[in-house]
């Protein structure tokens, strides 16, 4: 009897934590969706703290563990990476979130060879002509050019194309939680 109260007790957590999960996915998604240049700067501002925290966790661990021998330095290489890290968001964040966006397009660039070097592979070995490989390729040259010439643009449109997936995500957790409800009863 009291191994089924735990059990029971358990899923009534668990359901809890998927409609928990589920409302801060979709405040998160309303947020990403009405991104300003403000909720990017306050991003910044919370990975610059996320990184010094660490940073600083990493180097004072490094410091408080007495035998240096054995600790290969690993701690004291890890936070003070992640300090330079806060540093250099914390300075530079305009120029890493304008030249995300161009890096991505080369990316997409290197996509576009793939693509097209596995298209000609195909027709050639198999004699089969894949189209959905030269249709992906062109999608990604122009998104690739277009990330060159509007990356700050591209990367609102990301946010809110983010935005709108965690919103989706957060009504398959709703979902789950009200069958689980349904199921229980």
Same mark, same amino acid.
């Given at each position: 009897?009291?191994?089924?109260?735990?059990?029971?007790?358990?899923?009534?957590?668990?359901?809890?934590?998927?409609?928990?999960?589920?409302?801060?996915?979709?405040?998160?998604?309303?947020?990403? +969706?009405?991104?300003?240049?403000?909720?990017?700067?306050?991003?910044?501002?919370?990975?610059?703290?996320?990184?010094?925290?660490?940073?600083?966790?990493?180097?004072?661990?490094? #410091?408080?563990?007495?035998?240096?021998?054995?600790? #290969?330095?690993?701690?004291?290489?890890?936070?003070?990476?992640?300090?330079?890290?806060?540093?250099?968001?914390?300075?530079? *964040?305009?120029?890493?979130?304008? +030249?995300?966006?161009?890096?991505?397009?080369?990316?997409?660039?290197?996509?576009?060879?793939?693509?097209?070097?596995?298209?000609?592979?195909?027709?050639?070995?198999?004699?089969?002509?894949?189209?959905?490989?030269?249709?992906?390729?062109?999608?990604?040259?122009?998104?690739?050019?277009?990330?060159?010439?509007?990356?700050?643009?591209?990367? *609102?449109?990301?946010?809110? +194309?983010?935005?709108?997936?965690?919103?989706?995500?957060?009504?398959?957790?709703? *979902?789950?939680?009200?069958?689980?409800?349904?199921?229980?009863?």
């Amino acid at each position: 009897m009291v191994k089924n109260e735990v059990v029971v007790s358990e899923k009534k957590e668990r359901d809890y934590s998927v409609l928990l999960l589920g409302l801060l996915s979709f405040v998160l998604g309303g947020l990403l +969706i009405c991104a300003t240049d403000d909720l990017v700067t306050t991003f910044n501002y919370i990975l610059v703290c996320i990184f010094a925290i660490v940073g600083g966790i990493q180097i004072i661990s490094f #410091f408080t563990h007495k035998d240096y021998l054995n600790n #290969f330095y690993n701690k004291l290489l890890l936070g003070c990476s992640f300090m330079w890290l806060a540093l250099i968001f914390y300075k530079y *964040y305009m120029v890493i979130i304008n +030249i995300l966006p161009i890096l991505f397009s080369f990316l997409l660039f290197v996509m576009v060879a793939v693509l097209f070097m596995k298209y000609n592979t195909i027709k050639n070995v198999m004699g089969v002509k894949y189209k959905i490989y030269l249709v992906m390729a062109v999608l990604a040259l122009v998104v690739g050019i277009f990330l060159i010439f509007e990356p700050l643009w591209s990367v *609102y449109v990301y946010l809110k +194309i983010t935005g709108v997936y965690v919103i989706m995500l957060s009504m398959l957790y709703f *979902y789950e939680f009200f069958k689980n409800i349904k199921l229980s009863n």
